[in-house]
């Protein structure tokens, strides 16, 4: 069974620091990784690997930094990698990256699963996964909590909040993971060591053989007018003395701000 799996480079959120004065996000030296539902998917790759044998391969886009990121996927069972880093790849938002990972799909080649997460950790657009899949020309199983096998079928789970959902389809297929289809392992220092030695192809725009308006900034179909933090004010007020003065205090403060 031939596997490929979807991987997108973010800025660790629990990194990111927020300038005071102008409520933008700072970037600069946070580090970068993989999110946790392209975890899962490659948590099930793996698990379906391990049940069915086959191969599989680790997708990732992102930028230079990523060499080093997807030796954690490696570790994690993935028998290669295809990485994305050109900087022509950067601004498209979800369309640019759903044609960037058609192109290297279908470069690829043979594929019986496509696995994804449900969304990116930084947009959470939830938008890539059908416009693969539209691109390919193949079907997808959106939100799955549990996912088998039969033959060349699959069977999924989907998680639709007040109610689950049964379905199956024939593979090749596209599914996306949710936190609920299993627990990601940590791999142990021998699959580390390992990682390395595992092979690992850059493809670059020309590789992928698109035009300049199918990704990067060119192919951008969402502008984004601002990105701050909400705005918050602080009052500043400090309460002095015991604790039950100072609870009055607060007390009557809160009822002159309305908020009581």
């Known amino acids: 069974m031939d596997i490929i799996v979807c991987l997108k480079q973010v800025v660790d959120l629990q990194q990111i620091r927020i300038k005071r004065e102008t409520r933008e996000p700072v970037l600069e030296g946070a580090p970068f990784v993989f999110g946790q539902f392209e975890k899962n998917a490659l948590e099930e790759a793996v698990r379906l690997k391990e049940k069915h044998g086959g191969k599989i391969i680790a997708?990732?886009?992102?930028?230079?930094?990523l060499k080093d990121l997807i030796l954690e996927?490696?570790?994690?069972?993935?028998?290669?990698?295809?990485?994305?880093?050109?900087?022509?790849?950067?601004?498209?938002?979800?369309?640019?990256?759903?044609?960037?990972?058609?192109?290297?799909i279908r470069r690829i080649g043979k594929f019986d699963l496509i696995l994804m997460g449900e969304g990116s950790a930084d947009n959470y657009s939830g938008q890539a996964i059908g416009r693969v899949a539209e691109l390919l020309d193949v079907p997808q199983i959106t939100y799955v909590r549990e996912l088998a096998v039969e033959g060349n079928r699959i069977r999924a789970t989907r998680d639709l909040e007040d109610a689950l959902e049964v379905v199956e389809a024939e593979l090749p297929a596209v599914v996306s993971a949710t936190s609920e289809l299993n627990t990601p392992r940590l791999p142990p220092l021998?699959?580390?060591?390992?990682?390395?030695?595992?092979?690992?192809?850059?493809?670059?725009?020309?590789?992928?053989?698109?035009?300049?308006?199918?990704?990067?900034?060119?192919?951008?179909?969402?502008?984004?007018?601002?990105?701050?933090?909400?705005?918050q004010e602080r009052k500043q007020v400090l309460f002095e003395g015991d604790a039950a003065s100072a609870v009055d205090e607060l007390v009557k403060a809160l009822g002159k701000e309305g908020v009581l």
Not at 59 to 65: C, E, T, V, Y
Not at 202 to 227: E, H, I, M, R, Y
């Open 73 to 104: 996927a490696l570790a994690m069972g993935a028998d290669e990698a295809v990485i994305l880093t050109d900087a022509a790849f950067a601004g498209g938002g979800s369309a640019s990256t759903a044609q960037i990972l058609a192109a290297a």
């Open 190 to 231: 021998t699959a580390i060591l390992k990682a390395s030695k595992k092979p690992i192809a850059t493809w670059t725009p020309a590789d992928l053989g698109l035009n300049t308006n199918q990704f990067g900034a060119n192919a951008a179909q969402v502008k984004t007018l601002s990105n701050l933090a909400p705005e």
């Open 59 to 65: 997708l990732a886009l992102g930028n230079a930094k």
